[in-house]
């Protein structure tokens, strides 16, 4: 059994930051990949960011330059830091964990960015 339990979301001004956080717990492989994806109403969950073991990251084109994922695989973490966030960057903002061939989900944290 793996759970997910994220923090940090809120609302923020337009050119704020936050910083989300997610913790994972239960059989953890040693390799995996962890991020973060994000959805709003009515549209299909998108990939935001991910990052590997190795540290190797990947990211959406439209957060490249303004959010960071960083890992501390000691403490099975994976975090998002968002700077200069828009209006359109406002989701409900998913924890993911992928080991194996299985999807693992946080409960969602909402961002709401206020213009």
């Known amino acids: 059994q793996v759970q997910l339990v994220e923090s940090g979301g809120g609302l923020v001004q337009a050119g704020g930051s936050l910083r989300l956080s997610c913790t994972a717990s239960g059989n953890i492989f040693r390799i995996n990949v962890m991020g973060w994806y994000r959805q709003v109403p009515g549209k299909q969950r998108e990939l935001v960011g991910a990052a590997v073991n190795s540290g190797t990251t990947n990211y959406a084109d439209s957060v490249k330059g303004r959010f960071t994922i960083s890992r501390d695989d000691a403490k099975n973490a994976v975090y998002l830091q968002m700077n200069s966030l828009k209006p359109e960057d406002t989701a409900v903002y998913y924890c993911?964990?992928?080991?194996?061939?299985?999807?693992?989900w946080g409960q969602g944290t909402q961002v709401t960015v206020s213009s």
């Open positions: 993911n964990l992928l080991q194996g061939l299985t999807d693992y």
